[in-house]
């Protein structure tokens, strides 16, 4: 062995100072390798301290193990604190995972001194190489991850079920630590001495590069595995939700059926309303009753009583409440009551006839605010005695008038169709077919009061619930918003685990393996390699001076074509590619330059949409007298493009032959939006069509009443105005993109005197839809043209009132910028979600997708067109249920200068 070596590799005694710099090597190294650990955080995919740990230990000798316990056991308590559980039983945890890699480290150096005493010295020979990573990286590894992972497990750390891909991770970690850091760790310690003199800077790159790939390769699918596993909750969750919501919206047409019987036959018998809810109870179980609460005022109240004392057969009945004992008793004289006047099923319920739903508070609170706003409510959370047992109910109260009756007049109001909904029985039989073992389906009530927010939950006896996969979305439930969440045990978590992330990590050893190896295979013969470098140099040379002007001249005829270009040998490899086909296919050309065209064909092929359709670049050289062409080819990467490919041969004794391939995705992009617009088109007008098909062969083929033609002409006629609207706004759409503000006339226009005259010519109905000007800057002039400002203010405010179906003020403020002025309309309507919002403008959609709001959804697509062309820009902000705020943006005319210090929008 070399004097100098020996010299620095034997140790006596490290110093404290040494041994403190062991330590703190390893703290920083072990700290990086947890930057990347599997949860819950106590095993590294990639541990470079290991490797660290083995040469610090074959240079500094056995009596290292110090620092490297001491960095580990650092490193594990800094873990346990910054998780927030550092207590006696973690510190036991630390220190034992410590002595696993102190343990370790000395296995390594025990082992390597045994059977390969001298291989490690230099690592010059493959061989040798091999026989000192097998030994120090899968082998010495064992000793750490059984004892890590059992210690955690002791200390009831980690389950069972977790310690089988827990003491994977680790050993994986170890040994690819090892296998990455041992020979860098030894370049680093043994720099002075002569095998390794040189050999740092050509092993430290390459391998810090190939710690970063598989590291990041590691993250990337550890959470692409997390994201799938949070998509499936998702999954089903959505179906859950909206299986409940069916469920939810087929209660409320039961019960709109019997409001609109109330509306229609307010003086049925009990006969009648048994025989109506007879088969709607039979089919939903989860409705625990049915019942007429009609609206009695207190000077109504005995005339109320007698009638259904005789209705009902119940004499002495009477309208009662419940007292401080709960006990049913005559109610107080009040103004109004809401009674149970009849309910089904009778059987069990008979005692609530009478009783006034309006005497208590949660059911006071839900008719309120459906007598408030003349649609169904519900209750909140209320408990229902049923078959010995309690649960968790709501009622859902529809609100009944008289078929003539104005909507609004509180005196006009005849009672409510309620439905008392038994919630487990809900779930229960909307998510039979959908539940999931090891999900924890729970529904809230964010409005309840008293701690009684929970309505439901199952199943109640459960595994421990991870929180951080759990996924919620609102429930609508009429005018109260359930909050639905799906919650994941920690048994569903481990049996959706995937294992993409293990085959990553194998993938990561054979790789760090190999390519140690060839480093230090190639490092060690360099002076080989040199020799015979410098004696082809010289042969090179001149063959390549020859070459060389040639070559710039076809470099720049190729480099300066738009077009993509590939050359052919006779022996069908590829000689050469220009930039404008790397660019346009990304493929590079250190990939298939020199290989045969079946690399190229590969290459193409993992770029395709569909890969049928090709059979290979062979095929465009089919026809030896003319160019080749075949059908387009569509790549998704680096960028979808769609390529035609020419393919020629020179008929040269080289046999050369080329691909031509010329970018047609602008083409053919136009082509399919023409195609996409036709075919909207036509399903915009064939609606109004159909119905004026449909209304005008019933008018040609039966004889109709007046009343029913009358409507079937309104139908016609309504829907003929709806296609007149559709083909005005596409022929508006056509010549704006056509002339492209040619026709504009650009002029100055006071846009409040615009905005004065045109409010009040819109006819717009001032009670219900308030309309209110605010001139922040009344003097303000834009440069635009007057009637296509006129035609965009239109849309908009046609669009804040069509999507205000209640009513709401409708608020038009001018706003000053920087050399602009903003028109903001701003509706209290029904607003939009985020997803709505980021559709905003496209042609003919529509944020009303029942049909019931009028429109052809291009009245904003025009607006954005003669905005762009005006050389403005629009701002949309908007929440579902609070309404829409649009504001134009024009540029201010010559003169106008900024009327406040920063610009709104």
């Known amino acids: 062995m070399n004097t100098e070596f020996a010299a620095e590799t034997s140790s006596d005694q490290p110093s404290p100072f040494a041994l403190a710099g062991i330590a703190t090597t390893y703290l920083a190294l072990g700290a990086m390798g947890l930057a990347l650990a599997v949860a819950p955080g106590y095993a590294s995919p990639i541990f470079p301290a290991a490797g660290f740990a083995v040469a610090v230990m074959l240079w500094a000798g056995p009596r290292a193990w110090f620092g490297i316990w001491l960095g580990s056991l650092v490193l594990n308590l800094g873990v346990a604190g910054l998780n927030g559980d550092l207590s006696p039983r973690t510190a036991l945890v630390a220190g034992g995972i410590a002595c696993g890699a102190a343990l370790q480290a000395w296995v390594a150096h025990f082992l390597i001194r045994s059977y390969a005493p001298r291989a490690w010295q230099a690592m010059e020979i493959e061989s040798d190489i091999l026989r000192c990573l097998v030994l120090v990286g899968p082998l010495a590894s064992l000793v750490s991850a059984t004892a890590g992972v059992s210690m955690l497990h002791a200390q009831g ?169 709960r006990r049913l008793v005559r109610a107080g004289n009040r103004e109004t009551h809401v009674v149970v006047g009849y309910i089904a099923p009778l059987e069990g319920n008979r005692p609530a006839l009478g009783y006034d739903i309006y005497s208590e508070p949660i059911r006071h609170a839900a008719l309120d605010r459906a007598m408030a706003s003349y649609a169904s409510t519900a209750t909140a959370p209320i408990r229902l005695v049923q078959e010995n047992r309690e649960r968790v109910g709501v009622l859902l109260l529809h609100p009944a008038y008289p078929r003539n009756s104005t909507p609004g007049q509180e005196k006009s109001l005849l009672g409510f169709a309620v439905g008392v909904i038994k919630v487990d029985e809900l779930v229960s039989i909307a998510t039979r077919s959908a539940m999931v073992d090891g999900l924890v389906l729970q529904i809230e009530d964010p409005g309840a009061t008293d701690g009684k927010s929970v309505l439901h939950r199952s199943p109640k006896d459960t595994q421990p619930i991870d929180s951080a996969y759990a996924w919620q979305t609102e429930l609508p439930m009429a005018d109260r918003v359930w909050r639905l969440s799906i919650l994941p045990t920690q048994g569903f978590i481990r049996e959706q685990r995937h294992w993409q992330a293990l085959a990553v990590g194998i993938s990561g050893l054979l790789m760090a393996a190999l390519l140690q190896v060839l480093l230090l295979g190639t490092t060690g013969r360099t002076a080989m390699v040199q020799r015979k470098v410098r004696e082809q140099t010289a042969e090179l040379q001149a063959k390549g001076d020859a070459l060389a002007e040639r070559n710039a001249q076809l470099d720049a005829l190729f480099r300066l074509s738009p077009d993509g270009l590939v050359a052919f040998d006779a022996e069908d490899h590829v000689k050469f590619v220009n930039p404008a086909f790397q660019s346009m296919t990304g493929i590079a050309a250190t990939s298939v330059v020199g290989k045969p065209a079946a690399v190229l064909d590969a290459e193409i092929r993992a770029r395709l949409e569909a890969v049928a359709g090709f059979g290979g670049v062979a095929g465009f050289f089919l026809d030896k007298t003319a160019p080749s062409t075949r059908p387009p080819l569509v790549l998704l990467q680096p960028r979808p493009v769609v390529i035609q490919i020419l393919g020629f041969e020179s008929g040269t004794p080289g046999g050369s032959r080329f691909l031509y391939l010329q970018d047609i995705t602008s083409a053919t992009e136009i082509s399919r939006m023409k195609s996409e617009f036709l075919a909207h088109a036509a399903h915009e007008l064939r609606t109004p069509l159909t119905t004026i098909l449909g209304y005008s062969e019933i008018l040609l083929a039966m004889e109709v009443d007046a009343e029913t033609r009358r409507e079937a002409l309104d139908a016609i006629h309504r829907q003929t105005l709806w296609l007149v609207d559709i083909i005005n706004e596409l022929l508006d759409l056509s010549r704006i993109e056509e002339r492209r503000g040619k026709d504009f006339r650009i002029e100055r226009i006071d846009v409040g005197g615009l905005l004065g005259e045109l409010l009040p010519r819109l006819g717009f109905d001032s009670e219900r839809w308030p309309l209110a000007l605010d001139l922040t800057t009344p003097a303000a002039t834009v440069l635009a043209d007057e009637a296509k400002l006129r035609q965009m203010l239109q849309n908009l405010l046609g669009n804040a009132r069509k999507y205000s179906p209640e009513g709401g003020a409708i608020r038009v403020t001018t706003i000053a910028g920087k050399g602009r002025l903003g028109i903001a309309i701003e509706d209290q309507g029904m607003g939009m979600s985020p997803e709505e919002l980021a559709r905003f403008g496209e042609r003919f959609w529509r944020a009303d997708t029942s049909g019931k709001t009028p429109g052809t959804g291009l009245g904003v697509a025009i607006v954005r067109e003669i905005l762009i062309l005006l050389g403005g820009s629009l701002d949309v902000s908007s929440e579902p249920g609070k309404g829409t705020r649009v504001t134009l943006w024009l540029p201010l005319a010559a003169g106008e200068g900024d009327t406040s210090a920063s610009a709104s929008g």
């Open 157 to 325: 750390v980690i389950g069972v079920q977790e310690y089988a891909f827990a003491w994977w991770s680790w050993w994986s970690g170890d040994t690819l630590g090892v296998l990455v850091m041992l020979p860098v760790s030894l370049a680093v310690l043994l720099r002075k001495t002569h095998p390794w003199r040189g050999r740092l800077a050509t092993q430290l790159i390459p391998m810090s590069v190939a710690v970063l790939l598989v590291g990041g390769a590691f993250f990337a699918v550890t959470h692409w595995e997390r994201y799938l596993l949070r998509q499936t909750i998702r999954n089903h969750g959505e179906n859950i939700a909206q299986l409940l919501g069916q469920r939810i919206i087929a209660h409320h047409e039961s019960l709109a059926a019997l409001r609109r019987l109330i509306e229609i036959s307010p003086d049925m018998s009990f006969a009648q309303f048994e025989y109506f809810t007879r088969i709607t109870l039979k089919d939903n179980p989860d409705i625990f009753a049915l019942s007429i609460n009609p609206f009695v005022a207190r000077e109504q109240r005995p005339a109320f009583e007698q009638s259904y004392a005789r209705r009902t057969g119940t004499p002495g009945f009477e309208i009662r409440e419940r007292n401080a004992e």
